[in-house]
Structures are given as structure tokens and as C-alpha cells.
């Protein structure tokens, strides 16, 4: 058995995520691949979401927050829940750098998945942990607009043109949030 052989007969079946969430499964059978297969996958993975998304909602402060109103500006999306361990450790990171760069075009969202939170509850423990950027109370339904999140926390970029470019699964930091703002002009 050739090298070759040896290395894509465990592919069989092997699934890739696309980063809309769907999932793409290569099959191989006489040396190639059947279906859009691994190529495909890993461009559309570099290309992201291409369309501005539209997301409006109420933070748990009552204020409506729009997407399309932060045209020009970079947007994170962080989600997470008041129950998550590495979500409360990223917290301060995120309002000391959601501080840092509110000139500089960036803005930071926290979408929460706590179901047992009230909007107050939510808006009184982003006080004590001193977040200064919106928080908002979300569902599943409202998260499907932004693709697959496998877990919290979870956190995506949308860039200037209100285009989702980038995400990042699990506790980040504002290095690695620069570092995707620069790998995503």
C-alpha cells in the first residue's frame, strides 16, 4: 500500500466545520476527494462571513444598540455567562481594553447566555465587575446570526464594513484581539 494510501484511508469521513457552522464531509474513494472536500473548506474558512451582518438590540440597560450604527468601527462580539470561569477571568481584560481603545474605532459588545439572569441581575454584576461596554441578555436564535459557537467563551470580529471576519473560541486577551484586528484590516 502506497504512503499515500496509507495516509487518506483514515480521512475517510473526516469532517471539516465550515465557519458558518455547517459541516462539510470529505469522502475518498479512487484517490479523490467527492464534493467541495478539504480545499473549499479551507478557503471558505479564510474568507469568513462576507455580507455586513444586522443585529439591533436592547442592552440589559435598556439603550438599543445597532450594528449598522458602528459602521467604521471595529466590533467584538464576546459570549459569555456570569456562570463561565474562563468568561469572568477574560472580563477585566476585556472593559481594561474595551477603555483603552474607544478612540480608536473598536468597540466591545458582551452577549450573556445566562437564562437564569435577569436583565437587572446582568446590569448589576456588570457594575461590580466594572464592564463599561454594553451587555446584553441573549438566546440561541439570536446568536445563530453570527454562525457556529461550540462553546463560551466565544468571542468574533466584525470589521469596519460590518462584516464578520474573525472568531475565537475560549478566554482571549487584548494581544490576541489586537492581533486579530490587525490580521483583519
Not at 459541516?23 to 480545499?39: C, M, P
Not at 474562563?86 to 481603545?101: D, I, N, Q, S, V
Request: aromatic share 8%; with cysteine.
Amino acid at each position: 500500500m502506497s504512503v499515500r494510501k496509507m495516509w487518506m484511508k483514515p480521512m475517510l469521513g473526516v469532517l471539516v466545520m465550515q465557519p458558518w457552522g455547517a459541516i462539510n464531509a470529505g469522502l475518498y474513494r479512487t484517490g479523490r476527494w467527492l464534493g467541495a472536500g478539504l480545499g473549499l473548506s479551507l478557503l471558505l474558512s479564510t474568507a469568513v462571513w462576507a455580507a455586513p451582518l444586522e443585529f439591533s438590540k436592547q442592552d440589559v440597560n435598556g439603550k438599543t444598540h445597532a450594528l449598522a450604527a458602528e459602521r467604521g468601527n471595529y466590533v467584538v462580539i464576546n459570549i459569555w455567562a456570569t456562570w463561565c470561569p474562563p468568561c469572568r477571568k477574560e472580563l477585566p481584560e476585556l472593559a481594561e481594553f474595551a477603555k483603552t481603545h474607544a478612540k480608536d474605532h473598536i468597540k466591545v459588545w458582551g452577549l450573556s447566555v445566562d437564562t437564569n439572569q435577569s436583565p437587572a441581575e446582568l446590569s448589576l454584576f456588570a457594575e461590580e465587575n466594572h464592564l463599561g461596554y454594553p451587555i446584553f441578555k441573549t438566546t440561541p436564535n439570536e446568536l445563530a446570526l453570527f454562525g457556529n459557537v461550540p462553546g463560551i467563551p466565544t468571542t468574533f470580529l466584525i470589521n469596519p464594513k460590518g462584516e464578520l471576519v474573525a472568531r475565537h473560541v475560549g478566554a482571549i486577551t487584548g494581544m490576541q484581539l489586537m492581533q486579530m484586528i490587525k490580521n483583519n484590516p
